[in-house]
């Protein structure tokens, strides 16, 4: 599949939990429940799809969306290149108007998530991501979903 990646390989759209991993998604469902709480969702998380993500030497994704989900996300499965962060963009920075030494995580442009292999990372589906490019010989895999 083609989608925000440049290079790369993605697979198809995948719906349901196969069987070898029901606890990765067990897992990812309580996570993301814990974030409809947060986010003020009175409902329970629905798995709309998943799929995963091949990276090879310079292969990127490009900066995007889930659109039509309420969260999304992705665990790290194999993370060789530790440089090459998902970058989370906010639309409401105060990058501009502060002074450096009151930039924090919750005020910059862009914060920068490193790919540390077994991390789930969870988002409301309408900030904007990329993720920087894999400049090492060996492929980062991750799954990536959207819930609804």
């Known amino acids: 599949m083609r989608k925000s990646n440049i290079g790369g390989w993605q697979s198809e759209d995948a719906q349901g939990q196969p069987a070898c991993m029901r606890p990765l998604f067990h897992a990812i469902h309580r996570i993301a429940n814990s974030a409809y709480q947060d986010l003020g969702i009175p409902r329970e998380a629905e798995l709309q799809t998943w799929w995963a993500n091949i990276n090879k030497y310079k292969d990127v994704n490009v900066t995007h969306v889930h659109p039509f989900s309420f969260v999304s996300g ?37 914060y920068r998530v490193p790919p540390d292999e077994g991390r789930i990372v969870i988002f409301p589906a309408w900030l904007r991501h990329l993720v920087e490019p894999n400049m090492t010989q060996e492929d980062r895999i991750s799954i990536a979903f959207n819930f609804r």
Do not use: G, H, W
């Open 74 to 110: 992705c665990v790290y499965i194999k993370s060789p290149d530790m440089e090459a962060k998902t970058v989370f963009e906010r639309p409401d920075s105060m990058d501009d108007y502060l002074p450096p030494s009151e930039a924090t995580e919750f005020n910059i442009r862009q």
